[in-house]
């Protein structure tokens, strides 16, 4: 049995060592590609940690819960800056065209539509655009690390089942 659990030891390794990972190096953002290097060090188990894994197992959650937290507090930021954006584009639209207003009504749904317009086009929205899908990304990992998390401790449980047969 200790032969058994070894191989798959040495099998479940071996696949993390394979998954080469150079040819999404310059495509994933930076904070990504830390975050999946975290979760694969939370997640690695073997019979030298299994006793430490079982014991962090509430901390590591607990801890993924958090960076979920952040992000999304920070996604949210990131989305209220690009209405205060859009808003000053607005602002300076109105502005410019306050003599020749005559009809308050449609000449707001006109500005706004030609704010966004400009907005669209602004260097800084696109800037802005692009962390927000970066973001979503990380957000989708994360939530996805969770749920892994959520069944690691089965795969504790189910590991320490195997050393107990191993050790009959």
């Known amino acids: 049995m200790v032969i058994m659990m070894n191989y798959y030891l040495i099998i479940v390794e071996r696949k993390i060592n394979q998954m080469n990972r ?3 190096k310059d495509i994933l953002p930076e904070k990504l ?4 290097k975290e979760f694969e060090e939370d997640m690695k188990l073997n019979e030298d940690n299994i006793h430490d894994k079982s014991m962090q197992r509430s901390a590591i959650a607990a801890k993924w819960a958090r960076y979920c937290f952040e992000e999304e507090r920070f996604k949210k930021k990131m989305t209220e800056s690009v209405e ?4 000053a584009i607005c602002q300076k639209l109105y502005e410019k065209k306050k003599d020749s207003i005559v009809n308050l009504k449609t000449t707001d749904i006109a500005i ?8 669209k086009k602004s260097s800084q929205y696109l800037k802005i655009k692009d962390e927000l899908d970066n973001q979503d990304d990380i957000i989708r990992f994360i939530m996805e690390a969770k749920q892994i998390i959520s069944g690691f401790g089965f795969d504790i449980k189910n590991s320490i089942e195997v050393l107990k047969l191993e050790n009959i």
């Open 84 to 87: 205060q954006l859009k808003e």
């Open 112 to 119: 706004k539509l030609e704010a966004e317009k400009h907005l």
């Open 33 to 36: 590609e830390n975050y999946m």
């Open 22 to 24: 150079d040819h999404v």
